[in-house]
Each structure stands twice: as structure tokens, then as C-alpha cells.
């Protein structure tokens, strides 16, 4: 399959490529655009498993990692000039990748209402704003997964552009939903074959990176289905595979009911978002079967866990939590393919505490190195970018973490951020 953003990246001329041939000999300006620089530092994580180099560096021309390996071996290789940034306690590793968030929404007490009053420059500025801490966190690529008239395309060009800060954005633009389904709001709803083939070729033409359909209900949409009630049957999904396929784009599928994640995996979706096996009668539908269906596949699932989910386990009680989590804690132990995502900007999912939902995962006993790599190379090649990104390697796009300490000991260490690349671009806080 072809992916639209890896083909730009990889064989399109950028901006990035051009600044990458004018400035080798150059270092930073204010306007952020990158030239060499050597990073040492006491451990560089090149993934995937923990794997790391002690004592290690990488050098970075212009937008890209030109070298990884140990201290002494690259500082052979700089030039006269060359800038260098040295970090002896501190761990070098890929940028963090967020493959669930909705930018278009504030995390205030009621994102839907925040939405639906704000006209779209105001909406654009917020959005801005929320990619901003972002990056600042750590997170050099995001996921957006449903938004309002395309606002985060244009947010992701003018990024791509250099003339803002931010991660790299994959945009679904707007979802599809049923009518008056879940998330309606977004200007999604289609009825029958012909209204889905529509909008999935308008979000084509808009410039999507993906498509996404909310395959159920879900809890933010008031008045909606219900959380674990299907909105689509087999044959629409497969009908938004197809169409998205045509034009070389993955397919995230919403679905929290059992019956609603059975449908996605039978249409040939990429990942399920949420993925919380529930069922109609307000308990939950594990079933191994089809989670052997969804590893075969190489389906990887998103469980969007907020960051602001220890806080929602002391509100609804500590056994009502473990029983909401226990299926969470089935995928992982049966290895079902995850990856990290917050689902920040619903109500208390900010977009600065990645780590707070990765937290989860070690708290499903997820070890440490797979939870990082759900959050770097495994992220990576589930949203389709694998081959330049989340990974630090040569020839890899220069999305780049300096933490204080070992995050492969403590998580927490990804809390103490000390430099953060861009596709080269460093970020001024």
C-alpha cells in the first residue's frame, strides 16, 4: 500500500531539503531552520527492544540523521565549525509519537461546546497553541484523528513549513460518522454507500493522511448511540477500506463494542481506536478469537488512554476502574499489537502529559523498552511512516528526544526534557 505523507516526505522536494543544500556549514538561526550539529550524550536509544549505544552521538544535517554510533567514532567525522550539544547524564532517543489526538478540542470540562462556539481562525490559534505543547512535551508526531473543515491540514502545512512550531501531523480531517452519531458535530454524517464513497474522496481531496470512521457510538457525543451500539455494518466499512485503499490511505476505525471491533477487522482496517470490548449489557465481550484475528491481520490498536486516567479511576472507584481496564490488560497479555495515544483534547486529556497515559501501559506491567517503542518505532510503522521515522537511524528524519536520565529505567525521565528536534528544528520554549 502507498502512504500519501511517507511519499511526500520521501521523494518530494521540501523546504526542508532545499534549506538541507544551502546551509551545511551553518548552525541555527531564531527562525528555526537546522544545520549540522553533533549530539553526545551518555546513551543513545536507537530502538527498537532498548537497544542502546553507551557514551554514544548522532549528527544531524539540515532535516535528517546523517550518523549514529559511539562518541569518539563521529566527533572523528565533524567538520571545522561544527555545533555540538553535549548531554553526559542524559538519554538520546526518537521523538515520541501521539497516534491519538483531536487538536480541534481544548481538554476543558466541555470540548464539544468549546468547539462549536469558536469560529475557525479562533478554533485554528487554539490548535496552534495545543501542537505547540506538544512538542514542547517530547511529541514530534501526532495523529489528529477528526477536526473541522480540514483545520488541521492546514495546521500541519503551515508546521511542515517551518513558519510554526509543532510536530508532524497526520490529519484524518473529517470522520465519518452516522447520522447524528458520535461526533456529528465534525460535519460527518453519511447514510448509505454513496454519501460514504463521498466524503471519503472530499477528505481525499482535502489532503488527508487517513481516514477515520466511528465504527460506534462513544461517550462524548450527547443524545448519540450508545458506547458499545455499531453505526455501520461489514459491508460500509469495507466499503471506506476500499475507497480509502484507492487512494493509498490507512483506515482508523472508533469502536469500543465487541461487535462494532469484529466488523473492522472483517472490512481490513489498519487500527482500532479505543478497542474496549464492550457489550450491550454494560459488561464486556472478550474474545480471543478475534484478537487472534486482530494480531494476524497486523492490526494495531490505539487504546487512547488518557493521561488523566489515575484521576478517573479515584472518581468511578478503584474496582469499577480495574474492571474498565481489564480489558486492556487482556490485549496486552495476550500481545496484541498497541500503540500509545491520549486522545488529548477530550475532557481532562491534555496535551502536555504523554507520559501520564504511557504510565498506564507499565501499569498493565507492559515492560518499560516495548512501552517506548509503542511510543516510537512500533507507532511509527502502524500510522504507515516506519521507513523515516521513530527510529534513530541514517537517513531517518531528525525527530529527536534529550531527556535527563534513563527512560528505559524510569518513565519519569521522559519528564525532564532537555532538547527536542523537529525534523531537524529545535525547539525554543
Same mark, same amino acid.
Given at each position: 500500500?502507498?502512504?500519501?505523507?511517507?511519499?511526500?516526505?520521501?521523494?518530494?522536494?521540501?523546504?526542508?531539503?532545499?534549506?538541507?543544500?544551502?546551509?551545511?556549514?551553518?548552525?541555527?538561526?531564531?527562525?528555526?531552520?537546522?544545520?549540522?550539529?553533533?549530539?553526545?550524550?551518555?546513551?543513545? #536509544? =536507537?530502538?527498537? /527492544? *532498548?537497544? %542502546?549505544?553507551?557514551? @554514544?552521538?548522532?549528527?544531524?544535517?539540515?532535516? &535528517? !540523521?546523517? $550518523?549514529?554510533?559511539?562518541?569518539?567514532?563521529?566527533?572523528?567525522?565533524?567538520?571545522?565549525?561544527?555545533?555540538?550539544?553535549?548531554?553526559?547524564?542524559?538519554?538520546?532517543?526518537?521523538?515520541?509519537?501521539?497516534?491519538?489526538?483531536?487538536?480541534?478540542?481544548?481538554?476543558?470540562?466541555?470540548?464539544?461546546?468549546?468547539?462549536?462556539?469558536?469560529?475557525?481562525?479562533?478554533?485554528?490559534?487554539?490548535?496552534?497553541?495545543?501542537?505547540?505543547?506538544?512538542?514542547?512535551?517530547?511529541?514530534?508526531?501526532?495523529?489528529?484523528?477528526?477536526?473541522?473543515?480540514?483545520?488541521?491540514?492546514?495546521?500541519?502545512?503551515?508546521?511542515?513549513?517551518?513558519?510554526?512550531?509543532?510536530?508532524?501531523?497526520?490529519?484524518?480531517?473529517?470522520? #465519518? =460518522?452516522?447520522? /447524528? *452519531?458520535? %461526533?456529528?458535530?465534525? @460535519?460527518?454524517?453519511?447514510?448509505?454507500?454513496? &454519501? !460514504?464513497? $463521498?466524503?471519503?474522496?472530499?477528505?481525499?481531496?482535502?489532503?488527508?493522511?487517513?481516514?477515520?470512521?466511528?465504527?460506534?457510538?462513544?461517550?462524548?457525543?450527547?443524545?448519540?448511540?450508545?458506547?458499545?451500539?455499531?453505526?455501520?455494518?461489514?459491508?460500509?466499512?469495507?466499503?471506506?477500506?476500499?475507497?480509502?485503499?484507492?487512494?493509498?490511505?490507512?483506515?482508523?476505525?472508533?469502536?469500543?463494542?465487541?461487535?462494532?471491533?469484529?466488523?473492522?477487522?472483517?472490512?481490513?482496517?489498519?487500527?482500532?481506536?479505543?478497542?474496549?470490548?464492550?457489550?450491550?449489557?454494560?459488561?464486556?465481550?472478550?474474545?480471543?478469537?478475534?484478537?487472534?484475528?486482530?494480531?494476524?491481520?497486523?492490526?494495531?490498536?490505539?487504546?487512547?488512554?488518557?493521561?488523566?486516567?489515575?484521576?478517573?479511576?479515584?472518581?468511578?472507584?478503584?474496582?469499577?476502574?480495574?474492571?474498565?481496564? &481489564?480489558?486492556?490488560?487482556?490485549?496486552?497479555?495476550?500481545?496484541?499489537?498497541?500503540?500509545?495515544?491520549?486522545?488529548?483534547?477530550?475532557?481532562?486529556?491534555?496535551?502536555?502529559?504523554?507520559?501520564?497515559?504511557?504510565?498506564?501501559?507499565?501499569?498493565?506491567?507492559?515492560?518499560?523498552?516495548?512501552?517506548?517503542?509503542?511510543?516510537?518505532?512500533?507507532?511509527?510503522?502502524?500510522?504507515?511512516?516506519?521507513?523515516?521515522?521513530?527510529?534513530?537511524?541514517?537517513?531517518?528524519?531528525?525527530?529527536?528526544?534529550?531527556?535527563?536520565?534513563?527512560?528505559?529505567?524510569?518513565?519519569?525521565?521522559?519528564?525532564?526534557?532537555?532538547?527536542?528536534?523537529?525534523?531537524?528544528?529545535?525547539?525554543?520554549?
Amino acid at each position: 500500500m502507498r502512504w500519501p505523507y511517507q511519499a511526500r516526505t520521501a521523494s518530494t522536494p521540501t523546504r526542508d531539503s532545499w534549506w538541507l543544500s544551502q546551509t551545511q556549514s551553518q548552525h541555527v538561526d531564531r527562525n528555526g531552520f537546522m544545520t549540522d550539529l553533533l549530539i553526545t550524550a551518555g546513551r543513545v #536509544l =536507537t530502538g527498537p /527492544g *532498548g537497544e %542502546c549505544v553507551e557514551d @554514544g552521538a548522532v549528527l544531524v544535517r539540515g532535516s &535528517t !540523521i546523517a $550518523a549514529v554510533g559511539q562518541r569518539e567514532t563521529l566527533a572523528g567525522l565533524a567538520t571545522e565549525g561544527l555545533a555540538t550539544k553535549s548531554f553526559p547524564d542524559a538519554t538520546v532517543m526518537p521523538g515520541l509519537i501521539d497516534s491519538h489526538v483531536h487538536l480541534a478540542f481544548d481538554a476543558s470540562s466541555d470540548p464539544v461546546a468549546a468547539l462549536q462556539g469558536s469560529d475557525d481562525e479562533t478554533l485554528m490559534a487554539g490548535m496552534a497553541d495545543r501542537a505547540r505543547q506538544l512538542l514542547g512535551s517530547g511529541v514530534t508526531t501526532v495523529r489528529d484523528l477528526g477536526d473541522r473543515n480540514g483545520l488541521a491540514v492546514r495546521l500541519r502545512d503551515v508546521i511542515a513549513d517551518g513558519a510554526l512550531p509543532g510536530p508532524r501531523i497526520l490529519s484524518a480531517t473529517t470522520p #465519518l =460518522t452516522s447520522t /447524528g *452519531g458520535h %461526533c456529528w458535530f465534525f @460535519g460527518g454524517e453519511v447514510e448509505g454507500a454513496d &454519501t !460514504i464513497r $463521498a466524503l471519503v474522496r472530499r477528505n481525499v481531496r482535502a489532503g488527508a493522511d487517513v481516514i477515520k470512521v466511528m465504527a460506534t457510538g462513544g461517550g462524548l457525543t450527547r443524545g448519540g448511540p450508545a458506547i458499545w451500539q455499531s453505526q455501520f455494518s461489514e459491508d460500509d466499512l469495507r466499503i471506506v477500506v476500499e475507497e480509502a485503499q484507492n487512494a493509498g490511505l490507512p483506515v482508523a476505525v472508533h469502536a469500543h463494542g465487541t461487535e462494532g471491533i469484529e466488523a473492522a477487522v472483517a472490512a481490513g482496517v489498519n487500527t482500532i481506536e479505543h478497542c474496549t470490548w464492550m457489550a450491550e449489557d454494560g459488561g464486556f465481550d472478550l474474545r480471543e478469537d478475534l484478537a487472534a484475528k486482530i494480531k494476524a491481520a497486523g492490526i494495531h490498536v490505539c487504546t487512547a488512554t488518557s493521561p488523566n486516567w489515575r484521576a478517573f479511576a479515584e472518581r468511578v472507584g478503584h474496582d469499577r476502574a480495574e474492571e474498565l481496564f &481489564t480489558s486492556m490488560r487482556w490485549m496486552a497479555h495476550l500481545d496484541v499489537p498497541m500503540i500509545a495515544g491520549t486522545d488529548a483534547g477530550v475532557t481532562r486529556a491534555v496535551f502536555d502529559k504523554i507520559v501520564n497515559g504511557m504510565e498506564f501501559y507499565q501499569y498493565l506491567g507492559i515492560p518499560l523498552p516495548k512501552i517506548i517503542d509503542m511510543a516510537t518505532v512500533n507507532a511509527a510503522h502502524a500510522l504507515g511512516i516506519g521507513s523515516d521515522t521513530g527510529q534513530l537511524a541514517e537517513g531517518y528524519r531528525a525527530d529527536i528526544l534529550v531527556v535527563d536520565g534513563n527512560p528505559l529505567v524510569e518513565l519519569d525521565a521522559l519528564r525532564r526534557v532537555r532538547l527536542v528536534l523537529a525534523a531537524g528544528r529545535p525547539f525554543h520554549s
